[in-house]
């Protein structure tokens, strides 16, 4: 079994096998210009890999990817039988600044902008429907173009969320003010399968497409409120949110954060 087929076996997307692979490929490259046993290789060496990374004058951001990827392949070796531990554990980079969420929304906001775009008679209900996801469930982009219709229990008022290889999956209620866009534009699709949104005049439903409905809708949010920026935006802000009325762990969960680690980033983040 190669790295590759381990990644793909574990779900990570066809990106996330590249840049890993090509991540790897520089610390295989140094491990065979210095001749060093992956099988049997220390703490030792791996510190003499990321010397040689911050003397390459990578920055920390990199050297930490680096590192991260490292773990997995480690991990990969011990599954494959060709080592028994992994140095790369509790290793991490000292003075690496996570980006906190900026520019957010006050849910008051964002809930005006939800009723403003829901009355507008020239947008359709699938983007409505999309907003009303973004805004009331939090979803991600990447989640919304996965949405199946099955996910989707109208009679329960809940929507589940699958989970990937960086996230958890969840089931969240649906909001009443939410509902009524969301069914009609069901029932307009009532007779389709599989994705739940989709472009119209097209047959088969395709991340690029979807991307570029999301795309028009937020240049239409700017025309109701310019503080808009985009969809991360607008999850940062529910998350911060959620933040103030539930308790770190319930937040964890209905973000579908793998770490509560990700989710405690939004508590230094505040409204102005």
């Known amino acids: 079994m190669t790295f590759t087929h381990y990644l793909q076996q574990k779900g990570y997307s066809k990106a996330?096998?590249?840049?890993?692979?090509?991540?790897?490929?520089?610390?295989?490259?140094?491990?065979?210009?210095?001749?060093?046993?992956?099988?049997?290789?220390?703490?030792?060496?791996?510190f003499g890999f990321l010397r040689y990374c911050n003397q390459q004058q990578l920055t920390k951001r990199t050297i930490h990817n680096l590192t991260g990827v490292i773990r997995h392949y480690?991990?990969?070796?011990?599954?494959?039988?060709?080592r028994t531990g992994n140095p790369a554990v509790g290793v991490f980079i000292k003075g690496l600044i996570r980006k906190l969420p900026s520019n957010l929304l006050a849910m008051a906001e964002m809930e005006e902008l939800y009723q403003q775009y829901s009355l507008q008679l020239n947008v359709d209900t699938g983007k409505k429907s999309m907003l009303g996801l973004m805004i009331y469930q939090g979803?991600?982009?990447a989640e919304i173009m996965r949405l199946k219709t099955d996910d989707i229990k109208e009679r329960e008022g809940k929507i589940f969320i699958k989970g990937t290889a960086r996230t958890n999956e969840r089931t969240l209620e649906l909001k009443a003010v939410q509902l009524p866009v969301l069914q009609a534009y069901l029932k307009d699709n009532r007779y389709r399968t599989g994705n739940v949104f989709y472009a119209p005049r097209r047959r088969d439903a395709s991340e690029h497409n979807v991307t570029n409905r999301i795309k028009h809708m937020f240049d239409q949010l700017k025309k109701l409120n310019p503080k808009v920026i985009n969809a991360k935006q607008i999850r940062g802000s529910v998350i911060t949110e959620w933040l103030r009325k539930e308790h770190l762990r319930q937040v964890q969960y209905m973000a579908g954060h793998k770490y509560v680690s990700s989710t405690e980033r939004y508590q230094l983040s505040g409204l102005e």
């Open 139 to 141: 979803l991600t982009v």
């Open 16 to 46: 996330t096998v590249l840049a890993y692979e090509k991540y790897i490929a520089r610390f295989t490259s140094f491990t065979g210009k210095y001749n060093i046993d992956e099988g049997t290789m220390n703490y030792h060496h791996l």
């Open 74 to 82: 480690f991990t990969y070796l011990i599954a494959d039988g060709k």
